[in-house]
């Protein structure tokens, strides 16, 4: 929607859901929260139900808890992008390339290092209240694991920079690496201690039922359209509508819809499968551990101890789609791929079938700096996440806020130096530069 539209800002589309979450198959069925229906008043609307706005209602409600704050989410909660995350909130950059440490990016390292710690910080603090177990919450640590020369070069450079940093972490030979995983196609790896690795439906589902009023959810209500009201905005939605004084966009590449960073935003679509259960007797290793892959888009893995038996996460492929949904057939597609990875890894369960299968939206921007700040008098978006979304949407989510109350702190410093995101080429130029990127990354990769 143009500015020549006097402040008005319709959604041209609405979230899809992308296959079914093995976190969300694997959970009771929610009792989602009411729609909304009828016409109410709150101090800051949020749209979007997923790291980024339950962050920003938390952070709202701890700077100051008389605030009315209106959550919608489109759908249910823990069904949409959130709900289809791979579960880690990781403290230190995730790409395991000596490329991001070079030159400037000492300072760059500190500030991502912030930003991804005062995410865990919030959610460390919820699991405290709530008293999450460790199936849902586990300050456990994550691996980073190679699957060949390069691999295992790049543990090395990023070991050494995290000495360089003083960052606690541990390098692992093949058979310790194997000791952890069961696998012997691992040939090495890296712990860093400071991740907390989340059931991530689960969680979302929990940080969202332990809002306390007057902060209100409503789920299965998509806002509309907003609009200038007065001193503040107007929201409608399908069956009701609020006036509030001011508006955190927590939509991720959805953003776009309502016109924002039009052009300045890749969405991208990552994919998952998740493997039935399966005896933990047929696999050696640790009965729960989480990686993330030495090199930049190879390929995530998690075991997940369901208690009666295990199940193998594997997370790959990825795929721009500048409609924001993806089709059936692509998630098929993702789904050829992921059955070999598991079966170039784990030889020893070959007998054992994926059971869920499904892809999750990312938006990314050119220059790697999320879509932040205030972009109308009175609305501020957190969107942008970059891949990272249990983390930097957390953290997007919390400075948004805390920017809608003029709170001043290190984490919305370190938001007020990025830059703003580049605006793209024009199509098709950037559909086919996106593409051709994509694939040289993923083939870069290789056996990672």
Not at 184 to 199: D, E, H, N, R
Not at 338 to 367: C, E, I, S
Not at 421 to 429: A, D, K
Request: net charge positive; with cysteine.
């Amino acid at each position: 929607m143009s500015r020549a539209a006097k402040n008005v800002f319709v959604a041209s589309k609405l979230p899809k859901r992308a296959g079914v979450s093995g976190w969300v198959a694997t959970l009771p069925p929610r009792r989602p929260r009411p729609a909304l229906s009828e016409a109410i008043l709150a101090d800051v609307a949020i749209i979007g139900g997923g790291f980024a706005g339950l962050s920003a209602a938390h952070r709202l409600s701890r700077l100051d808890p008389t605030l009315r704050v209106a959550l919608f989410e489109a759908g249910i909660v823990g069904e949409g992008p959130a709900g289809a995350n791979s579960g880690f909130i990781i403290d230190l950059p995730h790409e395991v390339s000596s490329d991001d440490f070079s030159g400037e990016s000492e300072g760059k390292f500190r500030d991502s290092v912030l930003l991804q710690r005062s995410a865990i910080a919030l959610a460390s603090e919820l699991a405290a209240e709530n008293g999450w177990g460790e199936d849902l919450f586990d300050p456990c640590g994550r691996y980073s694991i190679a699957m060949s020369e390069e691999g295992d070069r790049h543990l090395e450079a990023y070991s050494q920079q995290l000495s360089k940093m003083g960052e606690a972490h541990r390098l692992l030979k093949g058979k310790e690496i194997e000791a952890v995983t069961g696998s012997k196609a691992f040939t090495s790896g890296l712990f860093s201690p400071g991740t907390v690795i989340i059931q991530p439906a689960a969680y979302v589902r929990s940080a969202a039922d332990c809002l306390k009023a007057p902060v209100r959810l409503y789920e299965q209500t998509p806002v509309l359209s907003f609009e200038r009201s007065g001193d503040g905005w107007l929201l409608k939605t399908p069956h009701g509508s609020v006036q509030a004084a001011k508006i955190i966009l927590a939509n991720n590449g959805h953003a776009e819809s309502f016109g924002f960073f039009r052009r300045r935003l890749l969405h991208v679509f990552t994919y998952a499968s998740m493997t039935e259960e399966f005896d933990p007797a047929g696999l050696g290793g640790d009965r729960k551990w989480a990686a993330t892959p030495a090199l930049p888009m190879g390929t995530t893995v998690r075991r997940i101890n369901t208690g009666g038996g295990d199940r193998i996460l594997i997370r790959s492929r990825y795929s721009y789609n500048p409609g924001i949904e993806i089709t059936d057939a692509a998630i098929r597609s993702a789904g050829g791929l992921h059955d070999r990875k598991f079966a170039h890894r784990f030889p020893a369960l070959a007998g054992v079938g994926m059971q869920y299968r499904w892809g999750g939206a990312m938006a990314l921007t050119h220059n790697h700096v999320p879509a932040f700040g205030e972009i109308e008098r009175g609305v501020f978006a957190a969107c942008g996440c970059n891949g990272l979304g249990a983390s930097n949407s957390t953290a997007a989510g919390m400075a948004a806020a805390e920017r809608v109350l003029g709170h001043q702190s290190e984490l919305v410093g370190v938001y007020s130096r990025l830059a703003a995101p580049v605006l793209l080429p024009p199509q098709p130029l950037t559909t086919i530069g996106a593409k051709i990127h994509l694939a040289w990354r993923e083939w870069r990769a290789g056996t990672e």
